[in-house]
C-alpha cells in the first residue's frame, strides 16, 4: 500500500489520509473550507464543551458548522462527565449532519483538565472508558432508531500520558479499544508537555501495535510538513496524519504533501497565493461572523499566513492592529499584484 491512501473508520470512508486536527481558535469551518479544497480528507471542529451545548449555549452552534464543500467531518467534544457527553452526542446528532463524534482526550488547558475533561481522560483510563462507552452506546441507539443517518463511529484523540512519570497511552488505548471506539488518534507527548519539547513518535508505534489493526491509529505530534509526514507514516506504520500546528496559515500543506507521498516531490506556493488564501479566509469569517468580528479573529491567523516573509514581524506588528478589511488590504498591498 502506498504511504497516501483511504481511510476507513467503520463505515465511513475517507478518501485520503491526511487530517486536520481539532485546533481551538483556527478549525472552524472557514479554514476548514479552504484545507478540504487542498486535499484534507477529513477535519475535525474547534473543541465544543458538552456541558455548554446541553444547557443550550448558541456559541456551540457556530463552532459545530459544517462547511459548504466539507462532504466529512467530525464534531470534537469534551466534558469530564459521561452521561452529559452522551447527551452532547446526541445532539449533535440532531443538530447537524456531522460523520463522526471524537472526544477530547488531549487538550492540556488548565480549565478542560479541572472540568475532568481533555487531558484528564489521559490520566484516568476508567474515566476514558466510561466516557468513550456512554458515547458509543448512546450514538449507536440513536442511529438505530434513525437509520437514515446511518452508522456514526465515535473516535477520541489521546495524548502519551500525564507527565513523564504517568505514561498511560497504553491503559487508555486498552480502555477506548474496550468501549469501542472505532479510531484513536494519538498525540505523542504528556500533559505536562503541552506543545513544548519534541513528540514522541516511538509510542505511536507502540500504539500501533498494542491496537494491531481493530482500529485506525492516527498520528499527531511534529508533522508539519510533507516530509516529516512521510517520515512519522514510515517510522511508526500509524494509518493517517493529523495536521495541527502546521497547518495554520498554510492549508496547501495538504496539497503539498500528497504530492510529496505520490511523487516524492512538491511545488510549494508563493508568498501571494498563501496570502491569498489568508483574504479568502477573511471573506468567509465576514459571511460568518460580520467584519468586526472576523477581523479581530484574523489577527492572530494572518500572522501565520505572513510567516516566512521577509520584514514579518514588522508586519505583524501592523496586523494586530487591524480593525478592517480595508486595514489587512493596505497592510499586504505590497505583496499582492492584484492590490496594488
Same mark, same amino acid.
Given at each position: 500500500? %502506498?504511504?497516501?491512501?483511504?481511510? =476507513?473508520?467503520?463505515?465511513?470512508?475517507?478518501?485520503? /489520509?491526511?487530517?486536520?486536527?481539532?485546533?481551538?481558535?483556527?478549525?472552524?469551518?472557514?479554514? @476548514? =473550507?479552504? *484545507?478540504?479544497?487542498?486535499?484534507?480528507?477529513? *477535519?475535525?471542529?474547534?473543541?465544543?464543551?458538552?456541558?455548554?451545548? %446541553?444547557?443550550?449555549?448558541?456559541?456551540?452552534? +457556530?463552532?459545530?458548522?459544517?462547511?459548504?464543500?466539507?462532504?466529512?467531518?467530525?464534531?470534537?467534544?469534551?466534558?469530564?462527565?459521561?452521561?452529559?457527553?452522551?447527551?452532547?452526542?446526541?445532539? %449533535?446528532? +440532531?443538530?447537524?449532519?456531522? =460523520?463522526?463524534?471524537?472526544? /477530547?482526550?488531549? *487538550?492540556?488547558?488548565?480549565?478542560?483538565?479541572?472540568?475532568?475533561?481533555?487531558?484528564?481522560?489521559?490520566?484516568?483510563?476508567?474515566?476514558?472508558?466510561?466516557?468513550?462507552?456512554?458515547?458509543?452506546?448512546?450514538?449507536?441507539?440513536? %442511529?438505530?432508531? $434513525?437509520?437514515?443517518?446511518?452508522?456514526?463511529?465515535?473516535?477520541?484523540?489521546?495524548? =502519551?500520558?500525564?507527565?513523564?512519570?504517568?505514561?498511560?497511552?497504553?491503559?487508555?488505548?486498552?480502555?477506548?479499544?474496550?468501549?469501542?471506539?472505532?479510531?484513536?488518534?494519538?498525540?505523542?507527548?504528556?500533559?505536562?508537555?503541552?506543545?513544548?519539547?519534541?513528540?514522541?513518535?516511538?509510542?505511536?508505534?507502540?500504539?500501533?501495535?498494542?491496537? /494491531?489493526?481493530?482500529?485506525?491509529?492516527?498520528?499527531?505530534?511534529?508533522? $508539519?510538513?510533507?516530509?516529516?509526514?512521510?517520515?512519522?507514516?514510515?517510522?511508526?506504520?500509524?494509518?493517517?496524519?493529523?495536521?495541527?500546528?502546521?497547518?495554520?496559515?498554510?492549508?496547501?500543506?495538504?496539497?503539498?504533501?500528497?504530492?510529496?507521498?505520490?511523487?516524492?516531490?512538491?511545488?510549494?506556493?508563493?508568498?501571494? +497565493?498563501?496570502?491569498?488564501?489568508?483574504?479568502?479566509?477573511?471573506?468567509? /469569517?465576514?459571511?460568518? @461572523?460580520?467584519?468586526?468580528?472576523? *477581523?479581530?479573529?484574523?489577527?492572530?491567523?494572518?500572522?501565520?499566513?505572513?510567516?516566512?516573509?521577509?520584514?514579518?514581524?514588522?508586519?505583524?506588528?501592523?496586523?494586530? $492592529?487591524? +480593525?478592517?478589511?480595508?486595514?489587512? @488590504?493596505?497592510?499586504?498591498?505590497?505583496?499582492?499584484?492584484?492590490?496594488?
Amino acid at each position: 500500500m %502506498t504511504l497516501y491512501h483511504p481511510v =476507513s473508520i467503520g463505515k465511513l470512508e475517507l478518501p485520503g /489520509n491526511l487530517f486536520l486536527a481539532p485546533i481551538a481558535g483556527y478549525s472552524d469551518r472557514a479554514f @476548514r =473550507s479552504l *484545507c478540504v479544497e487542498q486535499g484534507a480528507a477529513y *477535519c475535525t471542529t474547534e473543541m465544543v464543551s458538552a456541558e455548554a451545548l %446541553t444547557r443550550g449555549s448558541g456559541k456551540t452552534q +457556530e463552532l459545530m458548522q459544517k462547511a459548504p464543500n466539507e462532504k466529512i467531518y467530525a464534531v470534537q467534544l469534551f466534558g469530564g462527565n459521561a452521561d452529559v457527553v452522551a447527551r452532547a452526542a446526541i445532539m %449533535t446528532l +440532531e443538530q447537524t449532519d456531522c =460523520s463522526s463524534i471524537d472526544i /477530547n482526550g488531549g *487538550c492540556p488547558v488548565p480549565k478542560i483538565v479541572k472540568s475532568g475533561a481533555g487531558s484528564m481522560l489521559t490520566k484516568e483510563p476508567d474515566r476514558l472508558y466510561s466516557i468513550v462507552s456512554a458515547t458509543k452506546k448512546a450514538v449507536q441507539e440513536y %442511529t438505530q432508531a $434513525h437509520p437514515e443517518r446511518g452508522e456514526v463511529p465515535v473516535t477520541i484523540k489521546i495524548r =502519551s500520558g500525564w507527565d513523564a512519570g504517568h505514561m498511560t497511552w497504553r491503559e487508555c488505548t486498552e480502555a477506548a479499544l474496550s468501549a469501542g471506539v472505532d479510531a484513536l488518534t494519538i498525540h505523542a507527548r504528556t500533559r505536562a508537555q503541552g506543545y513544548e519539547g519534541k513528540a514522541d513518535w516511538d509510542i505511536q508505534r507502540q500504539v500501533v501495535e498494542t491496537v /494491531n489493526g481493530k482500529i485506525p491509529v492516527f498520528g499527531s505530534g511534529d508533522a $508539519h510538513t510533507p516530509e516529516t509526514a512521510r517520515q512519522m507514516l514510515e517510522q511508526t506504520g500509524v494509518d493517517g496524519v493529523m495536521f495541527a500546528r502546521g497547518a495554520m496559515g498554510d492549508p496547501f500543506l495538504f496539497k503539498r504533501t500528497i504530492q510529496f507521498l505520490t511523487t516524492g516531490q512538491y511545488q510549494a506556493e508563493t508568498i501571494e +497565493e498563501r496570502l491569498l488564501a489568508g483574504f479568502r479566509e477573511l471573506d468567509l /469569517n465576514i459571511q460568518d @461572523r460580520g467584519e468586526k468580528a472576523a *477581523c479581530l479573529l484574523m489577527r492572530k491567523k494572518f500572522c501565520a499566513y505572513s510567516s516566512g516573509i521577509r520584514g514579518g514581524a514588522k508586519l505583524r506588528q501592523q496586523v494586530v $492592529h487591524a +480593525e478592517t478589511a480595508r486595514d489587512y @488590504r493596505q497592510i499586504f498591498s505590497p505583496y499582492i499584484q492584484s492590490f496594488s
